[in-house]
């Protein structure tokens, strides 16, 4: 050290310095609240784990596991839930994509009404939903005060029924679709993006393959996910319309097993995060590029 | 007639009109500047030249076909944006060449296109960078070249260098100017700068709330302004409240000092009037044949090239603009200091 006494620094270097210091020192509390956060989300999937590994009494093993996976009622609605889950989310994308590219570009005037639109299953239950939906559809719908007919009973029929699933999965996704649609296209400013490419000869078409679906991917994506993990758990609208879908399936079997619906459901939980991973390394590089703006 | 020909151009949303009667008639390889304050309505006519606007009236003209109505991907009209609205998704190469691909361009023209634009805008090792990865300044080059990859008719500039650095803005802007007079390409540059405008301009359009306030050359605009709007915009102006003393004289008086402006003056003896005076006409000392006022130094502000003194007199202000100089002598705040100017170089502003 030098015995040089050292001159004051300027007002602002000191202030500079007593931010290093806080910066290096550790941030006790926030680790604290981090792993009670944590702590609240694993250990129910560990005892869940844990469980499910108890099969045969005094050791670990994949016997649950095993078992589940051999009841063909499994791999039957299991099946069924992802095709109905894909159909939804490509519906939803058709639905929301130009809806939410118009408002953008057009309608901004709209969001709002749009944005509580797609909120409403936050605040109605999916049971008022289902209800509603088999009021209206268990019978043919006419046109107001006329004997036009415009639909058949929907619920009758196995497609109707089908329809009427898909139709309420999509509502259920609604706020996770929009919102992650519409903020990825904020995120890279699709309007002005639309008008660079119209100057540049572009027409609709061209801007909605090349410009558009190419910049709101990783949106899609995780919109997709979401509405996945949403579609394959769900027992409400499934029970009641009568579909042998995965949830009710794991909620009877909850009824009278122990094991095998602790293996499927963390079964279910890698394969979402198995999903999630698949969509960061799809998106790797795509993720930086609206992350840059 | 003109290459790109504005006529009675009006644009009102919603009540509101942005631009009123709007006319301009633009030659061949001429840049021309909208200058004038955010909402004057400067990008409103320059999205209409684009197509991303319909005129409420009016026609717009361009190379002897009327495109009022034509959508914007049929007018062959290139496009630089503030927030250079480069594809994400694409490299710079693909970027550049995306209007060539839209229209159907062979694969070797995009190629040889794409090249040459590249080297156009000093780029050409970084066809295949992502945005991303590039300066904003960089971007803005980039944008610049894919706007012109498609060899527009026009060029059209919404106020380009708003989002980068002064350092960059200023070797950009240049750079634009280069490249526009290379190429002969007929441009309008939408800005809300002004010395930016006055250094890339062959003309200036000068807008106020949607009116066309003076169209001149730089020289003009700055020196000969012909509104009060124009005058205070454009550069820095000293404006002195003074009365007539004799209007055929050009004389003048405000609180017990008498100059000469430039006459004849129109207004009566003994009516109000503004006079208007550039800083850097205004110099420290007596010099004969000139006006002298004095008043006292309230503060010196050094800017490098040029000093900048703030002095009251009486109930007025007034700037003036040194030029500096290593043997100069810094006034100092308080001094009572006497200045001179020629009457030429102060006018009477019309009343408005």
Redesign the interface.
Same mark, same amino acid.
Not at chain 2, 71 to 79: E, I, L, S, Y
Not at chain 2, 85 to 89: K, R, S, T, Y
């Given at each position: 050290m030098s015995t040089q006494a050292p001159s004051a620094p300027p007002p602002g270097e000191r202030i500079r310095a007593v931010r290093t210091f806080t910066r290096r020192a550790f941030p006790l509390w926030s680790w604290l609240w981090f792993i009670l956060g944590a702590l609240y989300f694993i250990l129910p999937l560990y005892a869940t784990l844990d469980f499910s590994l108890r099969m045969e009494r005094d050791t670990l093993g994949l016997k649950a596991y095993a078992v589940a996976f051999a009841d063909p009622g499994f791999a039957r609605t299991f099946g069924y839930s992802v095709l109905l889950a894909v159909i939804t989310i490509l519906v939803s994308i058709l639905l929301v994509v130009p809806t939410a590219y118009w408002i953008r570009l057009r309608l901004p005037e709209a969001r709002r009404i749009v944005e509580f639109i797609t909120l409403l299953p936050f605040v109605i239950p999916a049971i008022i939903l289902v209800f509603g939906m088999i009021r209206i559809y268990s019978s043919p719908v006419n046109l107001p005060f006329t004997d036009i007919r415009l639909l058949a009973p929907l619920t009758t029929s196995k497609f109707g029924t089908n329809v009427l699933i898909v139709a309420g999965y999509i509502v259920l996704g609604l706020p996770y679709m929009y919102r992650s649609v519409d903020t990825g296209m904020r995120t890279v400013d699709v309007r002005t993006l639309t008008e660079a490419a119209q100057s540049l000869g572009a027409n609709w078409l061209t801007i909605m393959a090349r410009v558009v679906l190419p910049n709101v991917r990783t949106a899609l994506l995780s919109g997709a996910l979401l509405t996945f993990a949403i579609v394959v758990g769900e027992v409400v609208l499934a029970s009641y319309l009568g579909l042998p879908t995965f949830g009710p399936y794991l909620f009877l079997l909850g009824q009278h097993r122990a094991y095998e619906p602790a293996a499927l459901t963390f079964t279910t939980f890698l394969l979402t995060w198995a999903a999630m991973g698949i969509i960061q390394l799809v998106t790797g590089g795509q993720g930086q590029v609206a992350g840059a703006h | 007639m003109a290459f790109l020909s504005i006529q009675h151009a009006t644009k009102t949303f919603a009540q509101s009109s942005a631009v009123e009667d709007f006319n301009l008639e633009i030659e061949k390889g001429e840049l021309v500047s909208f200058l004038g304050p955010s909402g004057c309505g400067k990008t409103t006519t320059l999205r209409m030249v $684009? =197509? #991303?606007e319909v005129p409420t009236s009016g026609r717009i003209e361009l190379n002897g076909v009327n495109i009022t109505k034509q $959508?914007? +991907?049929? %007018? +062959?009209? =290139?496009?630089v #944006?503030q $927030?250079y $609205?480069? #594809? @994400?998704?694409m490299t710079v190469a693909d970027n550049v060449g #995306? =209007?060539l691909k839209? =229209?159907k361009k062979p694969k070797e023209e995009i190629q040889k296109r794409t090249a040459e634009m590249l080297g156009l805008i000093r780029m050409p090792q970084l066809g295949d960078r992502? @945005?991303?990865q590039l300066s904003g300044g960089q971007q803005q080059r980039v *944008?610049l070249a %894919? *706007?012109l990859a498609?060899q527009p008719q026009v060029l059209?500039l919404d106020e380009p260098l708003s989002a980068l650095d002064a350092k960059i803005r200023v070797d950009l802007r240049s750079e634009i100017r280069r490249i526009q007079q290379t190429l002969g390409i007929t441009t309008i540059y939408v800005t809300h700068d002004q010395e930016e405008a006055l250094s890339i301009s062959d003309r200036i359009v000068v807008m106020s709330a949607g009116r066309m306030e003076q169209v001149g050359t730089p020289f003009e605009i700055y020196n000969f302004p012909k509104t009060a709007f124009v005058a205070s915009f454009v550069g820095t102006l000293n404006q002195l409240r003074c009365t007539v003393v004799d209007s055929g004289q050009g004389k003048l008086t405000f609180d017990g000092q008498t100059f000469v402006a430039t006459a004849p003056i129109r207004a009566a003896n003994g009516a109000s009037v503004v006079a208007a005076l550039r800083p850097e006409e205004l110099h420290f000392g007596k010099y004969d044949g000139e006006n002298q006022l004095t008043g006292k130094v309230e503060a010196v502000t050094f800017l490098g090239g040029i000093v900048r003194v703030r002095m009251v007199l009486g109930q007025s202000q007034i700037t003036l603009d040194a030029l500096n100089e290593r043997k100069l002598t810094l006034p100092k705040v308080g001094d009572m200091q006497m200045v001179s100017f020629p009457a030429h170089a102060c006018w009477v502003m019309a009343e408005n």
């Open positions: - | $684009a =197509g #991303f $959508a914007p +991907n049929q %007018r +062959n009209v =290139g496009m #944006f $927030a $609205a480069l #594809f @994400p998704n #995306f =209007g839209v =229209g992502y @945005p991303y *944008a %894919r *706007a498609i059209l």
